[in-house]
């Protein structure tokens, strides 16, 4: 019982970790603005780099996730990933779910340096401190050892104004999943 709850406070701390926190006499971001600070992240010349994204669906516990390629290391990624999925606990379980997914993939095709790059800001924090929640334990083991087959990789916060193209395949994957169990496959 202490392990549920453990995991259902660190998804409602994730999920509110998403949630913009601005004062009410703090200017509203631009979109510019926003899409600028993203486009000039600094990549290592060679970087693969990977938008990805998690669509989930809090009645159905169903995510679609999304992985766009681009940087100098894309030549061999240039289709975007995707996957869905059924009992899903979280967001952020579907975030990592995109994420393991965008480095194991990478890994397979032996990247040597990637960045991921992801709007869910409080899993990318865990994610630079190496750190673990039980809910996620069996998928962050899956990105820390596969992360040790690259020669540099790196997780960033991207806003998710500028992650629009992952959040276009994670959704698509996930509408797929509802229209294939609404036709009984």
């Known amino acids: 019982m202490e392990i549920i709850t453990k995991s259902i406070s660190d998804a409602r701390e994730g999920q509110a970790a998403q949630a913009p926190t601005l004062r009410r006499d703090a200017p509203l971001p631009s979109v510019a603005a926003a899409l600028h600070s993203s486009r000039t992240r600094a990549a290592p010349p060679g970087t693969l780099l990977c938008n990805v994204d998690g669509a989930w ?16 290391g894309h030549s061999g990624c240039s289709a975007p990933i995707s996957d869905s999925r059924r009992h899903v606990s979280s ?24 960045m991921i790059l992801s709007d869910f800001q409080f899993l990318v924090k865990l994610l630079k401190e190496r750190g673990s929640v039980p809910a996620l334990f069996g998928i962050l083991f899956d990105i820390y050892h596969f992360s040790s087959l690259f020669d540099v990789i790196s ?10 193209m992952a959040d276009s395949v994670a959704k698509s994957a996930f509408s797929l999943l509802n229209s294939s169990s609404s036709n009984g496959v």
């Open 57 to 72: 669906d809090a009645g159905s516990k169903s995510c679609g996730t999304g992985g766009v390629f681009s940087g100098e």
């Open 155 to 164: 997780f960033s916060y991207v806003h998710r104004l500028s992650n629009g």
């Open 91 to 114: 967001a952020l379980m579907a975030e990592a779910f995109a994420i393991r997914s965008a480095v194991m993939y990478t890994a397979s095709l032996n990247v040597k340096s990637l």
